[in-house]
């Protein structure tokens, strides 16, 4: 077998398992703990104000922003409100459209537990479809500028890969003299 075809069989090995990596892993994942369940219990009659909450989680490979939008226009005079749980952060508070409102930003494998306020006014007594989304964005790099050995950890395995690259290259230039072949 040639070295041709070993390094083509290699290649197509890596191509398959980067495939099958990104199929079990994509890029932009969210995942919610309310699964096609309301977030907010059913609302009595005498209710005003409905408080209901929500756990989101980022189980991509990129991190992403997270949106909310209403399903169906809410009533006149119906509120909402949406805290973040771990650090009592007002992420939102007024009419809520039928357009997404940005929320925050989780990173992979973060988490979040949003608390959900509705406030109505009396006798009404709707609970609203809420529509979560992720909009993927650019990684941060974040750490780098935070811990400077992160920036020199990055460059040393840069440097490193290009070190490889180069003896490679020098071997294969030496074993083409060898055998009689040139390389440009």
Do not use: C
Request: no cysteine; hydrophobic share 50%.
């Amino acid at each position: 077998m040639t070295y041709g075809k070993v390094a083509a069989a290699l290649l197509l090995l890596f191509a398959l398992a980067g495939l099958l990596f990104l199929y079990s892993h994509p890029f932009v994942s969210m995942t919610n703990d309310h699964q096609g369940r309301s977030a907010f219990p059913t609302p009595g009659p005498a209710d005003s104000r409905i408080v209901g909450g929500v756990r989101l989680g980022n189980a991509g490979l990129l991190p992403y922003m997270y949106q909310v939008h209403v399903q169906d226009p809410l009533p006149p005079g119906t509120t909402l409100q949406v805290v973040r749980m771990e650090d009592g952060a007002l992420l939102f508070s007024g009419r809520l459209a039928q357009t997404s409102v940005g929320l925050g930003r989780l990173e992979p494998s973060q988490r979040v537990t949003l608390k959900l306020v509705l406030t109505e006014p009396p006798g009404s007594r709707y609970a609203p479809t809420l529509v979560w989304s992720a909009r993927a964005v650019a990684p941060d790099f974040g750490a780098v500028a935070v811990w400077p050995p992160a920036a020199w950890i990055a460059i040393g395995g840069l440097v490193g890969l290009d070190l490889l690259l180069v003896v490679a290259w020098a071997r294969e230039v030496r074993r083409g003299r060898l055998l009689g072949v040139r390389f440009p």
